[in-house]
């Protein structure tokens, strides 16, 4: 009867959705006490120069390793952390951890610029600009080698200009501001004159069919353009391959990051691969 199956459709997808539902409580559970039990970690991957083809700055993925549940990916655990709030502790620890390391590796003469995610959540809950003072001085990492991957969801809700207010104040501090997954969120064209930015980091999304989508192809040009035009820096997420990079290069994109030059790396990994032989 199509009423049963009706009734038998409704059970099974009722019964997925409390699965799911359970799902994300036990990984915000289990993440809750994550840093403590020393189960996370950061990857790092290189963005090049497109002109000098150095590395130019380097970012860092928080990793989760559950003794419960093994290697947890970002795209499950980060949306739980962001629902929960549990992103304001994981992203505190991400960006000490990431100050740290670099500066340690800069002590050592492999001085390279660091840029660390930072959600919408710990942007407008409390003072990010207080935060990062903290952790700048505890790590004693110099402004200058610090960046900040903010989304367009930070900067659309500007309630009375205290999102202007913050950004200055980060910009007066030293580090540099960089918007992660450009095109994909509801921005104006007008808040990119407004904000301090340095950076635009094309999103993935875009990047994969440039060299087959006409349509892909001519929102990566005009972001590149706007760039130009702007003076702001534009770097192209998720590069595989050489034709992706061929059609960066020619338009003009300043830094490129992909699997094409590297996964993202242990530190070790990052290290051993890139610091120049002494
Ligand atoms: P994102 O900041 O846009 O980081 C880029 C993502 O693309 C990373 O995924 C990276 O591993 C992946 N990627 C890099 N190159 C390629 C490529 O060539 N092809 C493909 N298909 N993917 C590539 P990951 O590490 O899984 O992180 C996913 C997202 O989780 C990040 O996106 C970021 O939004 C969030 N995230 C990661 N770490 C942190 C953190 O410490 N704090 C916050 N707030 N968010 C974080
Ligand atoms: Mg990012
Ligand atoms: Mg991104
Ligand atoms: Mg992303």
């Known amino acids: 009867h199509a009423k049963e ?12 959705m409390n699965a ?19 189960e996370l970690s ?25 003794a419960e549940l093994g290697q947890v990916s970002p795209a499950r655990f980060i949306p739980v952390a962001e629902e929960s709030g549990l992103i304001v502790p994981l992203g505190e620890w991400a960006l000490r951890e990431a100050c740290r390391q670099a500066e340690s590796w800069r002590r050592t003469g492999f001085a390279v610029p660091v840029a660390v ?26 402004a ?7 989304t367009e969801s930070v900067l659309v809700q500007d309630g009375g200009g205290v999102t202007l207010e913050r950004l200055r104040r980060l910009k007066a501090l030293g580090v540099s501001l960089a918007i992660d997954d450009f ?10 004159r407004r904000f301090p930015i340095d950076k635009l980091k094309i999103d993935q999304a875009f990047v994969c069919d440039i060299s087959t989508d ?23 997420e998720g590069v595989e391959n050489e034709a992706q ?22 530190a070790a990994q990052f290290e051993a691969q890139y610091r120049a032989p002494r």
Do not use: M
């Open 144 to 150: 200058a080698q610090l960046e900040l991957e903010l």
């Open 245 to 266: 990079l061929r059609f960066l290069r020619e338009r003009g994109c300043t830094l490129a990051q992909g699997y094409l030059f590297a996964r993202p790396l242990t």
């Open 214 to 236: 006409p349509e892909d192809a001519a929102i990566v040009n005009l972001v590149i353009e706007l760039g130009r035009i702007l003076k702001i820096r534009t770097v192209a």
């Open 20 to 38: 799911e539902a359970r799902e994300r409580l036990q990984i915000q559970n289990l993440l809750r006490g994550a840093a403590e039990r020393g």
């Open 183 to 192: 095109g994909t969120g509801f921005s104006s064209l007008a808040y990119l």
């Open 5 to 16: 199956a009706g009734r038998n459709a409704y059970r099974f997808f009722t019964e997925r």
């Open 117 to 142: 995610n930072l959600s919408a959540l710990q942007f407008h809950r409390s003072d990010p600009v207080e935060l990062l003072e903290r952790v700048l001085a505890e790590s004693g990492l110099p």
């Open 42 to 66: 950061l990857h790092y991957q290189p963005q090049f120069d497109l002109g000098s083809r150095e590395v130019a700055c380097v970012e860092a993925l928080l990793r989760w390793n559950s």
